[in-house]
T-cell receptor, first 114, second 117 residues
Framework: KAGVTQTPRYLIKTRGQQVTLSCSPISGHRSVSWYQQTPGQGLQFLFEYFSETQRNKGNFPGRFSGRQFSNSRSEMNVSTLELGDSALYLC?????????????FGPGTRLTVL | AQSVTQPDIHITVSEGASLELRCNYSYGATPYLFWYVQSPGQGLQLLLKYFSGDTLVQGIKGFEAEFKRSQSSFNLRKPSVHWSDAAEYFCAVGAGLDSGGYQKVTFGTGTKLQVIP
């Protein structure tokens, strides 16, 4: 079974731009979560989608948004990029209907904001 | 609010030596507890998890962890470290619902493990 894939792997943007990251979960997994990883703040939970509905969310501003499609693929969008948005964005998928079960992580998308 | 602390930022051990990585959490009840490993340039991989039951949990790659309620700890151990174990290790806590009614997973800041021959 193929693992979680994320595209693109690397991205460079400038302040004020917007960006869309994509995540394809493991086949059959209906839950997709997004995390931001930075040296200063560590790993922080952004939000989780299950069957196309946002079910859980962390404490991030509205510039961070996401969606999930009927095939469980998910996209995350960040608008009006700030320098502090530079991070590794990780996507994780799960087969169960709770955030408190095993999540399978993708390799991440490294976003650099200049 | 839940929190998790990994007091050791960096640990160096010799190959073949034993390993213990510390994790302390703060939560009123028993939370869901996880240990993940992240190799350079890769995502996280679950080593083991604890929900309830036996407080000694066996995971993959020869790792185990022990839940100690009295100490609010969930330390990760391995009896004999291999060079391939060099990576960053994250403890995570999942518990209840936050003020917005959402589930929440909180990760520790991580412990980088260096293995010397």
């Amino acid at each position: 079974k193929a693992g979680v894939t994320q595209t693109p792997r690397y991205l460079i943007k400038t302040r004020g731009q917007q960006v869309t990251l994509s995540c394809s979960p493991i086949s059959g997994h209906r839950s997709v979560s997004w995390y931001q990883q930075t040296p200063g703040q560590g790993l922080q939970f952004l939000f989780e989608y299950f069957s196309e509905t946002q079910r859980n969310k962390g404490n991030f501003p509205g510039r961070f948004s996401g969606r999930q499609f009927s095939n469980s693929r998910s996209e995350m969008n960040v608008s009006t990029l700030e320098l502090g948005d530079s991070a590794l964005y990780l996507c994780a998928s799960s087969s169960t209907g709770t955030l408190y079960n095993e999540q399978f992580f993708g390799p991440g998308t490294r976003l650099t904001v200049l | 609010a839940q929190s998790v602390t990994q007091p050791d930022i960096h640990i160096t051990v010799s190959e073949g030596a034993s390993l213990e990585l510390r994790c302390n959490y703060s939560y009123g009840a028993t939370p869901y507890l996880f240990w993940y490993v992240q190799s350079p340039g890769q995502g996280l991989q679950l080593l083991l998890k604890y929900f309830s039951g036996d407080t000694l949990v066996q995971g993959i790659k020869g790792f185990e962890a022990e839940f100690k309620r009295s100490q609010s700890s969930f330390n990760l151990r391995k009896p004999s470290v291999h060079w391939s174990d060099a990576a960053e290790y994250f403890c995570a806590v999942g518990a209840g619902l936050d003020s917005g009614g959402y589930q929440k997973v909180t990760f520790g800041t991580g412990t980088k493990l260096q293995v010397i021959p």
